[in-house]
């Protein structure tokens, strides 16, 4: 198993324009969860899934942003008409137990 | 609701020199404590975590950190710092139930000088 995997690595987008992300979790792992990171700051955490259901989604910060995990395994993380407020690091981590792994991220930056 | 908060957003120490990173939580009950490191452009690496037992809790790299449950804290600590311990490094806490989301402090920037 190579670890959580998150695709791309690297996206430029221009404002209004939609994006969506890709996180592959460890196999194992039934609990998947998705941070935000900007500059400076400690990872805010987003949304997290057990199996295909969303267990929390109040902390998504905004009707712009949807996550899905569809059959369990991969998830997918859609901002719609991005902002310059986007351009941050976002982060897909998975559990199993008391044990989370994280992925390298994808860093959108919005021009 | 929990909460972390990482005393100082910078600390500057000297090669060789003893590495605190202070970490305070707040936790309605008791709490799973984990500290990360962060490398420029990399994901997020896992130093070490408390979950129960022993509060004195070794990790990578020659780092420990202890829980003190009366002060609420969970400082990481590192006897002599190397060049390569240069890093942002988090704190983060979560329920004392599997699965739920960690929480993480802003984070302290070590830097290391020689």
């Known amino acids: 198993d190579t670890g959580v995997s998150q695709d791309p690595r690297h996206k430029i987008t221009k404002r209004g324009q939609n994006v969506t992300f890709r996180c592959d979790p460890i196999?194992?792992?039934?609990?998947l969860y998705w941070y935000r990171q900007t500059l400076g700051q400690g990872p805010e955490f987003l949304t997290y899934?057990?199996?295909?259901?969303?267990?929390?989604k109040s902390r998504l910060l905004s009707d712009r942003f949807s996550a899905e995990r569809p059959k369990g395994s991969f998830s997918t993380l859609e901002i719609q008409r991005t902002e310059q407020g986007d351009s941050a690091m976002y982060l897909c981590?998975?559990?199993?137990?008391?044990?989370?792994?994280f992925g390298s991220g994808t860093r959108l930056t919005v021009v | 609701a929990q909460s972390v908060t990482q005393l100082g957003s910078h600390v500057s120490v000297s090669e060789g020199a003893l590495v605190l990173l202070r970490c305070n939580y707040s936790?309605?009950?008791?709490?799973?404590l984990f500290w990360y490191v962060q490398y420029p452009n990399q994901g997020l690496q896992l130093l070490l975590k408390?979950?129960?037992?022993?509060?004195l809790v070794k990790g990578i790299n020659g780092f420990e950190a202890e829980f003190k449950k009366s002060e609420t804290s969970f400082h990481l600590t590192k006897p002599s710092a190397h060049m390569s311990d240069a890093a942002e490094y988090f704190c983060?806490?979560?329920?004392?139930?599997?699965?739920?989301?960690?929480?993480f402090g802003k984070g302290t920037t070590l830097s290391v000088s020689s």
């Open positions: 981590a998975s559990s199993f137990r008391d044990g989370y792994t």
């Open positions: 196999s194992e792992h039934n609990r």
């Open positions: 899934f057990q199996n295909e259901a969303q267990l929390e």
């Open positions: 936790s309605s009950v008791p709490p799973y």
């Open positions: 408390y979950t129960t037992g022993a509060t």
């Open positions: 983060a806490v979560t329920l004392n139930q599997a699965g739920t989301a960690l929480i």
